[in-house]
T-cell receptor, first 118, second 114 residues
C-alpha cells in the first residue's frame, strides 16, 4: 500500500512570500489532516477534511493560511504571506474515519514538508 | 493550553538501561496513541489503547492507559540505540465533530548512547 505523499520536502522562502504544499493521501482514506510541527514541539492540527468538506479548522490562521480538497482526494495547503513564525514542518495525514465501536482512529502520516522562512 | 503534558521532555541514557515516559492530562480521552518520529519523517503509530487500565506490550515496549483514561505511560526495557527518536502521545476525544481529532503532547526526545 502506498503511503501518504507530500511535496515539496523542503522549501525556503522570504517573509511575505507565498508557498503551497501538496498532499496525496492513502487511496480510500476519507479523512485528511494538515498538522504544523514547530521544532521541538508536537504536531498541532491546522485543518481536518472529511471527503471534501471541512470538519475542523479552528486552529487555522485564516488570515494567511488556506487549504482545499476539491475532489475529496488530494489537498493543497497555502500560506500567503508567510511570516518568520511559520517556519515548521507541515505534516499531512490520512485515515479511515472509524465508527465509535472501533474505538480509535488511526492516522498515517506523510514525511512532511519542511518550511524555512527567512 | 497544552492538554497533554509529556515528561520528561529530554531523556539521554546508555544502551541497556530502562526508561519510562509519562503522558498526563486533566481531560478524559476515548483512546490514546503513542507515536515514534525519526528526523525527517512523519510520526509512526506504535500502539493504541482504548480501555482504562489497559496494558499493551510490544516486544520491549510496555504501554499503560490510566484507569480514568487521563494519563498513559510508555516503558522501554533494555533500551537500544535504535530506540532513539521523538516519542509522542496523542489523545482522541469521542463524539461530535471532534471525533477522530488527535491532540498531541509536546513529545519526549530520547537519545540512547552505545
Amino acid at each position: 500500500e502506498a503511503g501518504v505523499a507530500q511535496s515539496p520536502r523542503y522549501k525556503i522562502i522570504e517573509k511575505r512570500q507565498s508557498v503551497a504544499f501538496w498532499c496525496n493521501p492513502i487511496s480510500g482514506h476519507a479523512t485528511l489532516y494538515w498538522y504544523q510541527q514547530i521544532l521541538g514541539q508536537g504536531p498541532k492540527l491546522l485543518i481536518q477534511f472529511q471527503n471534501n468538506g471541512v470538519v475542523d479548522d479552528s486552529q487555522l490562521p485564516k488570515d494567511r493560511f488556506s487549504a482545499e480538497r476539491l475532489k475529496g482526494v488530494d489537498s493543497t495547503l497555502k500560506i500567503q504571506p508567510a511570516k518568520l513564525e511559520d517556519s515548521a514542518v507541515y505534516l499531512c495525514a490520512s485515515s479511515l474515519i472509524g465508527t465509535k465501536a472501533a474505538g480509535a482512529n488511526v492516522l498515517t502520516f506523510g514525511a512532511g514538508s519542511r518550511l524555512t522562512v527567512l | 493550553t497544552q492538554l497533554l503534558e509529556q515528561s520528561p521532555q529530554f531523556l539521554s541514557i546508555q544502551e541497556g538501561e530502562n526508561l519510562t515516559v509519562y503522558c498526563n492530562s486533566s481531560s478524559v480521552f476515548s483512546s490514546l496513541q503513542w507515536y515514534r518520529q525519526e528526523p525527517g519523517e512523519g510520526p509512526v503509530l506504535l500502539v493504541t489503547v482504548v480501555t482504562g487500565g489497559e496494558v499493551k506490550k510490544l516486544k520491549r515496549l510496555t504501554f499503560q492507559f490510566g484507569d480514568a483514561r487521563k494519563d498513559s505511560s510508555l516503558h522501554i526495557t533494555a533500551a537500544q540505540t535504535g530506540d532513539t527518536g521523538l516519542y509522542l502521545c496523542a489523545g482522541a476525544r469521542a463524539g461530535g465533530t471532534s471525533y477522530g481529532k488527535l491532540t498531541f503532547g509536546q513529545g519526549t526526545i530520547l537519545t540512547v548512547h552505545p
